[in-house]
T-cell receptor
């Protein structure tokens, strides 16, 4: 079974704080993704990575950065948290081989920025 | 631009059949996926269509027409536990997905 874990289920931070969200997958997947999910907007891609130390911007990268130093770990960084970054953050991984690009999601981190 | 359109909400009765439609406009297209998400849970994969036609997996089926840029998810013999949000997603490159805004399905007794 693929397992994607995220460091926190709930997080409360103050405006201006630097925030780290961690994601770990245990299936040796090549690709990892960070999304944010807001009501009525679905899942929007922030950043993704297709290999260690490689990253690409998604649809809404502004205010975020990422780090992938190891294959199994993909971190999302909010350099200076703002109230409009209050959201649900979902990490996913894919790349099980054989053309299977099913994305497997972690449980999500609900971030509140005050 | 890239867009996926699906209804925001659908209501159906337990035991009935419901169809959730998805139309898409994307720069690339490798296939159409469907994901289910219960309240408070993570999205989970349901089905994937790369070619035209119907794919059946138990009570759920998914259809794709590439020429019409259209697909649907068909849920049969609805159960209360099927109440959830359903997202269509286009695979627009070898690994990236673009998600629709989701359809909230409410199954009534």
């Amino acid at each position: 079974d693929v397992k994607v874990t995220q460091s926190s289920r709930y997080l409360v931070k103050r405006t201006g704080e630097k925030v780290f969200l961690e994601c770990v997958q245990d299936m040796d997947h090549e690709n990892m993704f960070w999304y944010r999910q807001d009501p009525g907007l679905g899942l929007r891609l922030i950043y993704f990575s297709y290999d260690v130390k490689m990253k690409e911007k998604g649809d809404i990268p502004e205010g975020y950065s990422v780090s992938r130093e190891k294959k199994e770990r993909f971190s999302l960084i909010l350099e200076s948290a703002s109230t409009n970054q209050t959201s649900m953050y979902l990490c996913a991984s894919s790349g099980g081989g054989g053309g299977d690009e099913t994305q497997y999601f972690g449980p999500g981190t609900r971030l509140l920025v005050l | 631009g890239q867009s996926l359109e699906q209804p925001s909400e659908v209501t159906a009765v337990e035991g009935a059949i419901v169809q959730i439609n998805c139309t898409y406009q994307t720069s690339g297209f490798y296939g159409l996926s469907w994901y289910q998400q219960h309240d408070g849970g993570a999205p989970t994969f349901l089905s994937y269509n790369a070619l035209d036609g119907l794919e059946e997996t138990g009570r759920f089926s998914s259809f794709l027409s590439r020429s019409d840029s259209y697909g649907y998810l068909l849920l049969q013999e609805l159960q209360m536990k099927d109440s959830a949000s359903y997202f269509c997603a286009v695979r627009d490159s070898s690994y990236k997905l673009i998600f629709g805004s989701g359809t909230r399905l409410l199954v009534r007794p």
